[in-house]
């Protein structure tokens, strides 16, 4: 995107916020820039350098990653940015770095958590992708961790930061469409098989043991780097933490829930078959007590759209209807289906983009962040948000992997008395890899 694009589109989010002239942030930087160091940038991840660097007043400074072409991806990225960024491998030793501010976490979902943690631990600011952890415990570690160390930790649900759903939700708890009770969000796409991988030797461009990092030691197969480990459940979350998270969390925002009383899942692996562990197909349900539910739905191989939406979320009421179809557009239906509002934004999303299915809207939740980083506003997705809903996705795939029905302690979304799915609450972890805060 062209900066003088991005700088127009970002007026509604820096309006009215005064600019702070102090020099804090960075060893080496002028009054109120802020430094950035990026983890993990094969994909998303370059995305998210050369959307931060495109920032007024930000600079990335370090690039992290484990592989040389993900690593060349990072760089190409940069290479219109006025700061070539030095490259370091191991975020153990990054984060120990103390000429930058934030970091920004774009690695699967394994490292997650434990690279957010080390991250506060050394006094950074942290941007971390969806979703917040690789299960139930580290969403929790992370909640303690802002608490405990001060410092920010925001979620990459970037919907939270839009204007126009900023706007919707604000028309729902003022009474548009009256007293909401059900929240509908689904997901398409056509992701094709990954087939059986094999054992072979380990490329000399990829450090697979910094790649495995605090997950339990496997042998490396083809299928594997860089994004087919998403379907692996013992490193990635499915599509319900790699997608879901999106309309689940708005379904969640909009209908003022946090935890679940009751969780059902269905599906499976239906479209291939080969190593792909995770459901390819999948309907969650959750109740909140007996007054509101939010059901998900989720194709990964069949691209036929929901309400002709590929992805998207609605909100029903007792007095009307709102609906999103993925992207900062919305409308909002009276009782009699009648259209009563309708908010266009200027992009179109795209479900298969693997990088950014919003495009420049993603723009308002980078800014937000960094300028809660200065110190200027309150971020739109602290961690301890992000992770009541990715709670919800995890809760779907312990369901799922189960065949329970989990019923969950309405406080904290413990589930209660199922010993076999509270097994998989938490992970084990390769030995001096454990995630401590």
């Known amino acids: 995107m062209q900066r003088r694009t991005f700088i127009k589109n970002t007026g509604l989010a820096t309006a ?8 804090v942030f960075g060893k080496y930087a002028p009054s109120n820039k802020v430094i950035v160091a990026v983890m993990g940038v094969n994909s998303r991840g370059a995305y998210l350098a050369r959307c931060f660097s495109s ?11 484990v592989e040389d072409k993900a690593i060349q991806n990072g760089l190409d990225g940069l290479k219109e940015a006025a700061r070539k ?28 958590t434990p690279a957010s943690l080390l991250a506060v631990a050394h006094g950074k600011q942290v941007y971390v992708e969806k979703p917040c952890g690789q299960n139930p415990y580290e969403g929790e570690l992370l909640v303690q961790a802002m608490n405990k160390y001060g410092k920010l930790i925001q979620m990459g649900n970037q919907r939270r930061s839009f204007p126009t759903l900023i706007e919707a939700v604000k028309d729902v708890r003022n009474g548009i469409i009256g007293n909401t009770y059900l929240g509908k969000g689904w997901y398409a796409n056509d992701r094709k098989s990954i087939g059986f991988g094999k054992k072979v030797p380990v490329p000399s461009t990829l450090d697979f043991e910094l790649w495995q990092g605090p997950a339990p030691r496997k042998d490396y197969q083809d299928n594997l780097v860089h994004y087919n480990w998403h379907w692996f459940w013992h490193w990635g979350t499915g599509e319900a933490c790699n997608n879901g998270t999106h309309e689940i969390d708005c379904c969640r925002w909009f209908l003022g829930v946090d935890y679940p009383t009751k969780v059902t899942s269905s599906g499976g692996r239906y479209a291939f078959k080969d190593d792909w562990q995770t459901p390819d197909t999948q309907v969650a349900s959750f109740e909140f007590g007996n007054s509101k539910a939010i059901t998900w739905e989720s194709r990964s191989c069949n691209l036929y759209p929901v309400e002709g939406a590929g992805r998207g979320f609605i909100i029903y009421g007792d007095k009307g209807t709102l609906v999103n179809d993925g992207g900062g557009d919305y409308k909002i239906f009276d009782e009699k289906n009648k259209l009563v509002k309708e908010i266009k934004s200027d992009v ?42 990715v709670l919800l996705c995890h809760l779907a795939n312990i369901a799922q992997r189960t065949g329970n029905t989990l019923h969950c302690d309405e406080t904290n979304g413990h589930i209660k008395e199922d010993i076999q799915a509270m097994a998989l609450w938490r992970r084990a972890y390769e030995k001096g890899w454990e995630p401590v805060m």
Do not use: M, Q
């Open 85 to 112: 960024p030095i490259i370091i491998k191991d975020i153990r030793e990054l984060v120990a770095k103390k000429d930058f501010d934030a970091l920004v976490i774009a690695a699967p979902d394994h490292w997650h």
């Open 16 to 23: 009215g916020i005064t600019i702070l002239n102090f020099p």
């Open 55 to 65: 920032l007024p007043n930000v600079e990335v400074a370090y690039i992290c990653d």
């Open 348 to 389: 179109n999303p795209d479900p298969t983009n693997p990088v950014s299915a919003t495009g420049n809207l993603d723009f308002y939740h980078f800014e937000n962040f960094v300028n809660g980083v200065r110190g200027e506003t309150k971020i739109t997705s602290p961690v301890s948000e992000g992770h009541k809903s």
